[in-house]
Structures are given as C-alpha cells and as structure tokens.
C-alpha cells in the first residue's frame, strides 16, 4: 500500500500510529507529497480529486479522507480493532474521532487564515470563530477526559493527533491551562512509540 | 431522536434522505437552529463542541459529524442498509462519500467567501483552489457515473446532495456541462420521494 503523506500533517499522523499501533506500518510505502489549499499537488489530486491527504492506495482502490483511510487499514490487521465493531462503543469512538477531526479542521482554517493569506486579507471574525471551536473542543474534552482512558480506539488516536497539532502550530495557545485532566492523559499517550515516531517536524 | 437541522445544509440534508429512504423519518424530531462559523448557534455548539449540523440527540447520547449520524440512523431500521457492512461494496461507499463530502466542504469555504467574508477581506486564490477542488470532483464523478448504478448507499445519497448544493448555490457554474452521464444520472436520482422533500428553500 501507498500512503500520500506529509510528516505535518496531523490526518495523515492519524493513520501512521493506528498502522504502527497494529503492525501495518511495514506493508506501507509512504510517498511524500506538500499540497495546500491553493497550490495543490498534481500527484494528490490524482488521487483524491477533492486534493486532501491522507490518501491510500491498494492496487487498484484509492481511498480518503482519514476516517476512511484509517477504517481500512484497520480492516487489513488481525490484531485488536480500534474501529469497535458496534453499539455503543462503536459510537463513541466515531464521536471522538469526529470532535478531534473537527477541532483539526478549524484549526487548519485558521492557520490558513493567518499564514497562507494575505495579510490585508485576514478576516478577525473568521479567525475567532475557528478558535472559538477549539476552545470548545478542548472544553468538552476536558469534561469527558475520563472516557478516553481504557482500549485504545481510533477517537483516542484522533484527538491525541489534534492536541499535538496544537502543541506544533499553536503552542501560544496554551491548551493546558485549565484543562489538567486532559493535558495528563495527553502526557501519557505522547509516550507510545507511535505517536514519538510520528512526531511532526521540529 | 432530535435533529439540529437547517434545511439549506447539504450535510443536514444526507442524513434526512436517509431517513426517508429508511423508514426512519417518523422518529425524527427536527429542531430548527441557524449557525455559521463567525455567528454559531448556542444550541448547536452545547451540543457539538465545533458548532456544526447535522447533530443528532437520542437520550443521552449526542452524535456527529454527518456520516456518523449516517452511520448511526443506519444501525436503527431494518430495511436495507445504506451502509454496506464490510468488504468493496463498504469502502467504494465510503470513498463516494467522502468525495462528496469533500465536495461540499469545498463548496462551503467558497461559498463563505464570497457571500460571508466582507469584500475587501476576499482572496481570489483561495476561492480558485475551492472552485478548483469542486471542478476535480465533478471531472472524477464523470468518469465514474457507471458505478453510481445500482443499490443505494449513502455514497449515492451524498453525491446527490451535493450536486443538489451546486444547483443551490452555485447555479452559475453550469456543472451538467461536459458531465452529461453525471447530469443524467442526477437527472433521474433527483426525483426519488427523499430527494424531493428535502429540497433546499427555493
């Protein structure tokens, strides 16, 4: 399998610790590619019209967006599931898998308000919106930090990527205050060798 | 089940379609809410921290983003499921689903652009890439109209809806031109009882 990749991207980070999670990371070749919303990579769209990554190939199946990525890879191991197979931890899973995808996708909105725009372009009510989404992702994880000890799922994986997007490309922020119970179990996830080896670039 | 719902939202409408072509509609409440990114609802970010519809509540239990709640209204009748359980059938699904999704996440950002943001705030490159991401889809569903035959999915469902988002919103961009398989195909899905209830406001 082939693997679109950027080592920044914080989607593509999601499917690179689920395969080294379950072992898969040896049977995928990953391609290096640098795309934005304005100057997408040809080799991207290619694949993905929409010119996202992560997107995987497998012979002649082409896949994205994470969550699809990520649901087929773990549909290709014989190790434990991080896709609960049904009821009600299926769902919560998908929730968390969704409330970190939506903290990332306002968090890339913003940053592509503040950095990829111009600057006599940059709209202050666009950027308050995106952040306040995350503060409120952030707020919400921090009541519910308590449901993400336990098996590993893909929500764990989801969110533990979003927060170090935050320390990567938000570290002013400073998500950690106020949030104790969340930045701990945030300390001790960054300790798997999956998330070490999938560290964005320093 | 409540639904946060607004009826000009193509991720909204995905899971009413669903519902109608399951049965399920009769067990929906729909709670009306108006949100955008820079003016976000109370209602809605209570209940999804990153603000967005659709948001389905069944008890305790509080679901999105738009293929979760899907996912979710899938697992609850016993007609046919939109959701292919396992194998080619789920993921050609899947990644239909997400090329239309991607689709109207594209759609969306171009939309607030040029309609939201205030005009001396617009930036033309980044309404092309948006433009240009939908152009990619369109061209990709083209090639594969043959392959929107047969037993409905929610891949079907969402591709519908998003071209259904394009006659809405973007009614200008004549996109039935040169995508005559496409445009027949939609031609003929448009006309399903579910399609026609869920009409966006004209």
Not at 18 to 30: F, H, N, Q, V, Y
């Amino acid at each position: 399998m082939k693997l679109l990749y950027s080592p920044s991207s914080p989607y593509v980070r999601k499917a690179l610790v689920l395969a080294i999670e379950t072992g898969l990371d040896r049977s995928i070749e990953k391609v290096p590619v640098t795309t934005t919303p304005v100057a997408p990579a040809p080799e991207v769209a290619s694949r993905n019209p929409v010119s996202k990554i992560p997107a995987l190939i497998d012979g002649a199946l082409t896949l994205y967006d994470s969550p699809v990525v990520c649901e087929y890879l773990d549909s290709k191991h014989r190790k434990k599931k991080l896709f609960p197979a049904k009821g009600k931890a299926r769902w919560a899973a998908l929730r968390q898998q969704a409330l970190g995808d939506g903290l990332l996708d306002a968090a890339l909105l913003a940053r592509y308000e503040n950095f990829l725009r111009p600057t006599d372009k940059r709209w202050s009510e666009w950027s308050d919106g995106q952040m306040a989404k995350i503060d409120g992702a952030l707020n919400a994880l921090e009541k519910e930090a308590g449901t993400l000890k336990g098996a590993l799922t893909i929500g764990q994986i989801t969110i533990a990527c979003a927060l170090g997007y935050l320390d990567f490309r938000f570290a002013e922020l400073g998500w950690r205050d106020k949030r104790k119970k969340l930045a701990a179990w945030y300390g001790k996830f960054a300790q798997r060798p999956s998330m070490k080896a999938t560290m964005p670039p320093g």
